[in-house]
């Protein structure tokens, strides 16, 4: 489908800015897939553009990221065989089921990790007071619940995508002893390999408009570096701020669609 120059101009801004959301917090989906749905494409072609367009947006931001992934390559190895996993499954589930199959859950999921977000803090100190107390050191890695979650939350990615960082970000913070920043770059590397493999899959089995694509990844590529250069100055405070509006600002919009 041919764009207009506006149609074209609007997904192209709406990759920058899903690519520097994306770097800092996650969510960058409910920004491009809108303005796609718009221009008339249908919703699999629509998110299923969307995924591949966005691929260079998350690489873009992790390499912005490159120092705080220093001394993670076995964590992100790790985790990152089980997020592509996740995203495979994730595709398969987007072509079989119906399309607002997780229409319903997906705001209960957002909701449940910004609350996870915004009290990590405090329970990550109490993780950690247990495990003095029984004298376990953490799996560095986060343990089969981490893994779990990364799984469910990877299957989810493969199929939409929105809010996706965010709920990574949330169990990360809880089951992992390091800081926000340093989750953050791995965040965008897992998003990266969610996406990357779910593109993958469609590339042999879906419809995609190219011209969104490109604009798309053009667009994320730059906006991945914005994201990075300003999420990576952002306090843990603020950082934490700027997820849980971000992720309000999710919930709403994936309520009144």
Do not use: C, H
């Not at 409910?30 to 072609?45: D, E």
């Not at 950690?128 to 089969?144: C, I």
């Not at 570096?225 to 100055?233: C, E, L, S, T, Y």
Request: aromatic residues 6%; charged residues 10%; positive net charge.
């Amino acid at each position: 489908m041919a764009l207009s120059i506006w149609e074209a101009l609007a997904v192209f801004v709406a990759g920058i800015g899903a690519g520097t959301i994306n770097t800092i917090v996650g969510s960058g989906t409910l920004i491009t897939f809108p303005v796609l749905l718009l221009t008339g494409l249908p919703p699999v072609t629509a998110t299923v553009s969307n995924a591949l367009g966005l691929i260079p947006g998350s690489i873009s931001g992790a390499i912005g990221y490159r120092e705080e992934l220093k001394g993670q390559r076995g964590r992100i190895l790790r985790l990152g065989a089980v997020a592509a996993i996740g995203g495979l499954a994730g595709a398969i589930l987007l072509l079989m089921l119906p399309a607002r199959a997780f229409e319903t859950i997906v705001p209960v999921l957002v909701a449940l990790a910004l609350i996870l977000v915004i009290f990590q803090p405090r329970l990550s100190k109490a993780v950690q007071a247990r495990r003095a107390r029984d004298g376990k050191e953490g799996n560095p890695d986060g343990g089969p619940l981490l893994m779990t979650g990364l799984l469910l939350a990877s299957v989810y990615g493969g199929y939409f995508t929105a809010a996706q960082g965010i709920i990574y970000l949330a169990l990360m913070g809880m089951l992992l002893a390091d800081t926000l920043q340093r989750l953050n770059a791995v965040k965008n590397v897992l998003a990266a390999i969610v996406n990357s493999v779910a593109a993958l899959f469609f590339l042999f089995v879906a419809e995609f408009d190219w011209t969104a694509v490109l604009l798309i990844a053009v667009g994320s590529a730059i906006g991945g570096q914005i994201g990075a250069k300003v999420g990576r100055r952002l306090p843990p405070p603020v950082l934490r701020g700027v997820i849980v509006a971000i992720g309000t600002i999710a919930i709403v919009q994936l309520l009144l669609r």
